[in-house]
């Protein structure tokens, strides 16, 4: 099975950008659909975005699309997310899931590994 590990969350001012990285080990990250998702206190789990298993696509909440990019970098065993033009609703724990197969899901019961997570917290 993987383990997972996310970094980079910080506190950063409005309009600003923050890079997440999430490294796996144990199995490669092409084994899995990789996926962000993030929670805010009082408020469910929600999906952020994926990348599938063979790297081809990727998906968005519309919350965060075009302002958040996912990428994965084999080489590194690492699955970044790239967070732009930062808003105060964006402020959530932030958590990476693999899931063995390759179409993605927004349902956070259907990812099997999930990391500890990183707190972003975006101050307006």
């Known amino acids: 099975q993987v383990q997972l590990v996310e970094s980079g969350g910080g506190l950063v001012q409005a309009g600003g950008s923050l890079r997440l990285s999430c490294a796996a080990s144990?199995?490669?990250?092409?084994?899995?659909?990789m996926g962000w998702f993030r929670q805010a206190p009082g408020k469910e789990r929600e999906f952020v975005a994926a990348?599938?298993?063979?790297?081809?696509?990727?998906a968005y909440a519309d919350s965060v699309k075009d302002r958040f990019t996912i990428a994965r970098d084999d080489a590194e065993n690492t699955v970044y997310l790239q967070m732009n033009n930062l808003k105060s609703e964006d402020t959530a724990l932030y958590y990476c899931?693999?899931?063995?197969?390759?179409?993605?899901?927004?349902?956070?019961?259907?990812?099997?590994?999930w990391g500890q997570g990183t707190q972003v917290t975006v101050s307006s």
């Open positions: 144990g199995r490669t990250v092409s084994s899995y659909t």
């Open positions: 990348i599938n298993r063979s790297g081809g696509n990727t």
């Open positions: 899931a693999a899931r063995p197969r390759d179409r993605y899901s927004v349902r956070s019961r259907d990812y099997d590994y």
